[in-house]
């Protein structure tokens, strides 16, 4: 099994890092989205409640574009079906690609972050920066799980690119509650506080909760 | 050819003693994509180391037949039984036993060659070492690295062709397994996927001449039923040309 999803994390990471086609797109997306929202709000800077919620809408929106993409390849080339052609365990492809769109999702946010704070923020993030990466960390991890599993229920449909965003976003509204109530005294004008440990812990069971049901689901989608 | 049993819609049951050693049996099987019947009260019965060629026009349910048979798609009616392992029930035993060239390579375009036949090598417990050997034959290596998107189809056709036998399947289901190759590829790609290669194959053809040379067994399928099943030596080419009329 480890083995498995290795090579398959492995040809994932090299099918992006030739085609390019999600990480750019997330990054860009996502510091477009920045400057709108220095535009829309008026506004020099934010802080607190506003600052966390901008940053973890802004977050998701552009990791669903990493989900719509994340199956497409393996649908439009066949590579799904050689997969399902081999004698290994399915939730290996699960693993994989989940543990791919957590590499997407660091990697937006080490473009996404540093924008934010640039152009948006208003307080220096560097105290708080250990914080805000754990309580990202614990958001990414559920947003991968989901994402994979959306995107493998919506990559067989004609209407995946709409069916995605739809099925993934009521899923993400958990994820963008608990991790705005856990962001937003980081990002406090008054120095940062600690971040509410209820709201990590929902994060975490949020996760723990998604990543069963992708496990006891996943065989199915995959099926005819 | 006495081993052959050949099951036609008119005649159940017919596979008898012989069946105990089928690589492949299917009774009345159908299959549907919503409304529209792509196969429907399909049987067969087929022999180890026996050759199946399909014949019939564009849509008459070729390729859907091998995806049944790959466990891709499931069967909506009928049994389906392949190297001993019933369908769907038992699909997970004969994954990793079958070989299937589609009419897609079922590789991806931004890898090379050899990163795609290793991906397979892995996903399959198959020694890397088989990759560069199939690379070798089939004329591949100087090629290997390149993305598969810089290949002409003929070059990929032997990629997949390579993919489809490196696990070394029993079963090899080929749909059209010479598009796109030139003759040089053909004589290349023979050992491993033509008669010489001893394995039980179900091949789908529009070449009622080549398909019917390398057959044991015949079928016609036409609308998705079966308008011709018998054995090759009782076949004419004429009565294959029908089909498609």
Known sequence: MRLTVAALLRKELLVELRSLQSVPGMALFSVSTFVVFHFALNRNSIDGDLAAGVLWVTLLFAAMLGVNRLFVADAEEGGLEGFLLAPVDRSAMLLAKSLALLCFLVALELVAVPAFALLLLAPSIGQALPQLLGVLALGDVGVALIGTLVAALAVRTRARDLLGPLLALPLFVPIVIGGARATSPLLALGGAGEPPARWLATLALYDLLFGLIAFALFDFLLED | ?245
Request: proline content about 5%.
């Open chain 2, 1 to 245: 050819m006495a081993a052959l049993q050949v099951e036609g819609p008119g005649r159940p049951g017919a596979a008898g003693v012989a069946g105990l050693n089928a690589a492949v049996r299917v009774e009345g099987l159908a299959r549907r994509y919503g409304e529209r019947v792509a196969l429907s009260d399909v049987s067969l019965t087929l022999q180890k180391g026996h050759t199946l060629t399909v014949f019939g026009p564009n849509g008459a349910g070729k390729s859907t037949l091998l995806r049944v048979l790959a466990t891709l798609l499931r069967p909506h009616a009928g049994t389906v039984q392949v190297l001993g392992c019933a369908l769907p029930r038992e699909a997970w035993a004969v994954r990793g036993r079958i070989g299937l060239l589609g009419h897609e390579p079922l590789l991806y375009r931004d890898l090379g060659a050899r990163e795609n036949l290793r991906l397979h090598a892995r996903l399959h417990g198959v020694e890397l070492g088989r990759v560069e050997r199939l690379l070798e034959l089939l004329d591949l290596h100087r090629r290997a690295t390149d993305p598969l998107r810089t290949l002409s189809r003929g070059m990929v056709q032997r990629i997949a062709i390579a993919r489809t036998v490196l696990h070394e399947p029993e079963l090899l289901l080929l749909d059209e397994p010479h598009a796109h190759l030139d003759p040089a590829a053909i004589a290349l790609v023979q050992p491993l996927i033509g008669p010489s290669s001893k394995r039980t194959r179900v091949i789908c053809s529009h070449d009622p001449a080549g398909g019917l040379a390398e057959a044991d067994l015949v079928l016609g399928l036409r609308g998705g039923r079966a308008a011709l099943s018998e054995s090759a030596g009782r076949v004419g080419v004429g009565e294959i040309a029908e089909l498609y009329r």
